[in-house]
């Protein structure tokens, strides 16, 4: 898209202005409408999120505080490192099928096209 953009400047040099060509113009006005989409990156950035994972330590964290949590022996501070491990797993998963979502999204415009 970089390739698409022209600047206008002013007397002094500053950027004023933007001029698209029409595709991208089209692409950002139709892709912009639905906010789930992550239109600001390129199609290798969006699948690797699209794969992204804990890290090992912390999944292997996670597994060990899951199996106590079976067991009810967790300690208040491992509650805690619990529900953080648990609340980035929700994150991480909303990230990828974000992620998931837009290469689909751009797939079927790209077979459109």
Do not use: F, W
Request: aromatic share 2%.
């Amino acid at each position: 898209m970089s390739d698409s953009v022209q600047y206008v400047t002013n007397a002094q040099g500053e950027k004023v202005g933007v001029l698209l060509d029409l595709e991208t113009y089209q692409q950002l006005t139709n892709l912009s409408v639905d906010s789930e989409l992550l239109i600001a990156l390129n199609l290798d950035e969006l699948q690797a999120l699209a794969e992204i994972s804990l890290s090992t330590k912390n999944q292997i964290q996670l597994q060990e505080l899951l199996i106590k949590n079976s067991e009810h022996h967790l300690s208040n501070e491992e509650t805690q490192n619990l529900d953080r491990l648990l609340a980035q797993v929700d994150q991480l998963n909303i990230i990828k099928t974000r992620a998931r979502y837009t290469l689909n999204i751009l797939k079927n415009k790209q077979k459109v096209a």
